[in-house]
């Protein structure tokens, strides 16, 4: 991939983040960053793909308002579990039903207040973080390449065990901490 193209799309995603953020805040919206930039505030590569924000159901209807208000545009979705929201043509996702995991207080609450490209957001701990990826894991969906990096930059900050416990019903999340343990990232002895 050409690193020039790869940095203009990150930068735009970072310009739209801020943007989304800061709109959010001053609408007073309960949210938090989460997924690939969530990642990238803690410490993995930059994200080139998408913003992710989780936020509760009953917070999308306005946080939805008041990203069109400030020049964006709403994108109806199939999927029944998110809002999708276009700045120009970077894409952003309002995740209000991720899988396995509720969007509420508790979630929100363990979020750490970060700097993310100059602009103060909270930011879903690092095993929350994980926990969610994992659970998006199905037979479908189960390339753990994109993930792995992820997980070796963010490895210090994460409740490993927490995450197993919490991830235990999935294969694919085991078959994944397996392969984390084998590879040195984590100690496995909680699997």
């Keep these: 991939m050409d690193t020039g193209s790869s ?50 159901e009953d917070e999308v ?13 709403y994108h109806e979705a199939p999927e029944n579990w998110l809002a999708k929201v276009y ?9 209000y039903a991720p899988a396995e995991m509720p969007v509420d207080g508790a979630l929100l609450a363990r979020a750490d207040e970060l700097t993310v490209a100059a602009v103060r957001m909270p930011v879903l701990a690092a095993t929350d973080l994980v926990a969610m990826r994992l659970h998006a894991f199905s037979e479908t969906a189960c390339d753990f390449s994109g ?11 994460v409740d490993w065990p927490e995450v197993g416990r919490r991830t235990a019903g999935s294969p694919y999340a085991y078959a994944f901490l397996t392969l984390l343990a084998r590879l040195g990232v984590i100690e496995g002895g909680f699997l």
């Design 87 to 95: 700045d120009g043509e970077q894409l952003i996702d309002l995740i």
């Design 7 to 56: 940095g203009s799309a990150a930068e735009g995603l970072l310009l739209s983040l801020k943007k989304a953020a800061s709109v959010m805040q001053e609408a007073q919206v309960r949210f938090a960053l989460a997924g690939g930039f969530a990642a990238y505030a803690r410490g993995a590569a930059v994200s080139i793909h998408d913003v992710d924000f989780v936020l509760p």
């Design 147 to 157: 993930y792995l990096h992820v997980c070796r930059a963010l490895r210090e900050q």
């Design 61 to 73: 209807e306005n946080a939805v308002k008041a990203l069109v208000k400030a020049g964006m545009r």
